[in-house]
């Protein structure tokens, strides 16, 4: 089975039980901003899908987005977390193994950027799984963390269900 059928898979699931959705999106958007885990499972595409679905009222916006919110949070929490308990460590764990560069110029983001530097990583794939650790790493303050990592999450969650929502609303121009 390859990704696109996992994706289907689950919007078909999250369309015919929707009481399940808050717990699915939670599940996705952890899995996507979790260190390592983000990489094998690339789970906004189904988050954007979902969104679609948010858009033709088949569930409900606040308890999605609340969820997904809460999903990106955590794992993004963990990742600080194993970032400042496993410290230099981690670069013995893949891909950091294979990609040893990763770490000193995850320092440098750090220091150029700081806390908006939490919030910029959220939006982009490679980076959103990685600046956490880094963060956690060089020992970002956990409440400077925390402050970018909540309201990034909860701005990254709106903007992915309002893109589904958007694409669903122009294809449906598109064909009408």
Known sequence: MDLQSYVDATI????DH???APW??????FGESLAFISLLI?????????????????????PVWLAGAAGAA?????SYWIGLKLEH?????WPLSRH?????????????WGIPGIFIGRFFG????????????????????????????LVWSAVLLTLGDGISKAVAWVWH
């Open 12 to 15: 078909a699931f999250v369309r």
């Open 18 to 20: 929707a009481v399940w």
């Open 24 to 29: 699915i999106v939670f599940g996705l958007a």
């Open 42 to 62: 690339p789970a906004w595409g189904a988050l954007v899908a979902l969104g679609a679905l948010v858009g033709s009222g088949g569930l409900p916006f606040w």
């Open 74 to 78: 955590a794992g993004d929490w963990l």
């Open 89 to 93: 460590g981690v670069q013995h764990i």
């Open 100 to 112: 040893p560069e990763l770490i000193p110029r995850g320092e440098r983001f750090m220091k150029t």
């Open 126 to 153: 490679p980076l959103r799984a990685v600046v956490p650790l880094i963060a956690g790493i060089f020992e970002m303050p956990f409440w400077r963390f925390q402050l970018a990592n909540v309201s990034s999450a």
